[in-house]
């Protein structure tokens, strides 16, 4: 199969989605482009700080979605089951359950002035759905950072040359920031200016490699790095760090994708990889973290599925991916939990079992409370009913 062919499919698909079935979304939520965000209607500076041009606030999000799990994840999906299951994953999971995940949390959090999910389902579903959801969040961002930072160490031991680029673009993010959130400089010059600094720390970086000193336990190390730094940005006024920083990587996926496709319409390879293949293994489908992390998305979903509900809303646009999402998670999990028991993995094993018993329980509560009130239209909008949590 010609991979030239399969992007302009791919891309046409995409488009599609877009247009069709993100105007559809957006009637949904009821999306108004000149409705006040949190953002401008209360402002603190900290948390609730208006970007400065949606470019900027979309390489944001962007940069936030387009990690190591959705690049490498295709590729590892591709090995398993074949190219054609793991193309059909990208472009009808991005249409009809990634896009509607992200777009309808969002939209749940502007239409509750800006609170995060498991604010709202305090809201909606009750305290202890809050508590429980808090837990779940808890649990799983502990084996997600564990990974990332051991992952992260690994390749600032291993590739020594990326580690003035890694921090150098901290570095860099912060000034963008204050040149456009503090000095008021135009987001252009400060672009450039960020642009000309992440080039030089990827030249310096490729000729003055840094290792550290500390032998084998250099990735403990860096480990510790990079478990301070995330607690400083997470601390950290969004606009002065991770949003700049985001904002600027951006331009490196862009090349990056600017470079795959101009090699594509130059090369047109034919794809290698058989269409479809049996899977077999005994690691499971999706790894623990991996699991959890799309645990999340699918609790997430529930969540915006009962507000939908309760603003008389049509739901199967959520109810369905939140249903899928939990069913392949859960079943994930389970085929995990097993593995890890029978290897004597007993703290993996109990990791799983947490997130599984928790993730159950809140779906559960999350029935029970919609067959309580049985409340649909008229019932309080998201921001009515934070409010009522407030008072």
Same mark, same amino acid.
């Given at each position: ?45 900290v ?13 944001h999000h ?68 809050k508590?429980i ?15 990332f ?37 135009? $987001? ?30 250099n990735?403990?190390?860096w ?26 990587s ?15 319409l ?7 990889a058989?269409p479809? $293949? ?11 973290? =991996?699991?959890?992390? $799309? ?21 199967i ?14 079943a ?27 993730a ?26 934070? =409010?009522?949590?407030?008072?």
């Open positions: 199969m010609n991979s030239l062919a399969l992007a302009g499919a791919c891309g046409g698909a995409l488009y599609l989605g877009y247009v069709l079935y993100g105007r559809l979304m957006a009637r949904l939520w009821d999306f108004q482009p000149d409705r006040p965000t949190p953002a401008t209607q209360t402002p603190d500076g948390d609730y700080v208006a970007a400065k041009h949606w470019t900027v606030l979309f390489g962007f940069a936030s979605i387009a990690g190591v799990g959705p690049i490498v994840g295709p590729v590892l999906a591709c090995a398993v089951w074949g190219w054609v299951p793991a193309l059909l994953w990208i472009v009808l999971g991005s249409i009809f359950i990634g896009a509607v995940h992200d777009f309808s949390s969002l939209m749940a959090s502007l239409r509750a002035r800006g609170r995060s999910i498991a604010e709202i389902a305090d809201a909606h579903l009750g305290h202890r759905v508590l959801f808090g837990a779940f969040l808890w649990l799983a961002l502990l084996l997600v950072v564990a990974v930072a051991h992952f992260g160490a690994q390749a600032l031991d291993g590739m020594p040359q990326v580690v003035i680029p890694t921090f150098g673009v901290i570095a860099t993010a912060v000034l963008v920031g204050m040149m456009m959130y503090r000095w008021g400089m135009p $987001q252009t010059p400060a672009t450039l200016i960020g642009l000309a600094m992440l080039t030089g720390f990827l030249v310096l970086g490729y000729y003055v490699p840094i290792k550290l000193p500390f032998g084998e336990q990735e403990v190390a480990t510790v790095v990079l478990l301070v730094y995330a607690y400083c940005a997470s601390i950290t006024p969004v606009n002065l760090l991770l949003q700049p920083r985001d904002y600027l951006t331009f490196v996926l862009y090349a990056g994708m600017l470079a795959g496709y101009v090699g594509l130059l090369t047109r390879p034919t794809v290698q058989p479809v $293949q049996s899977y077999s293994g005994s690691q499971g489908p999706l790894p623990t973290f =991996g699991s959890a992390n $799309q645990l999340i998305g699918a609790l997430a979903l529930v969540v915006v599925t009962v507000v939908l509900w309760r603003m008389g809303k049509p739901v646009y959520t109810l369905v991916p939140a249903v899928f999402m939990l069913a392949t998670t859960i994930a999990l389970i085929y995990q939990g097993r593995e890890f028991v029978s290897s004597g993995k007993m703290l993996l094993a109990a990791i799983s079992a947490a997130l599984l018993v928790l159950l329980v809140m779906v559960v509560d999350s029935i029970r409370a919609v067959a309580r009130t049985g409340a649909r239209a008229g019932a309080a909008r998201p921001a009515e009913a934070a =409010g009522a949590r407030e008072g």
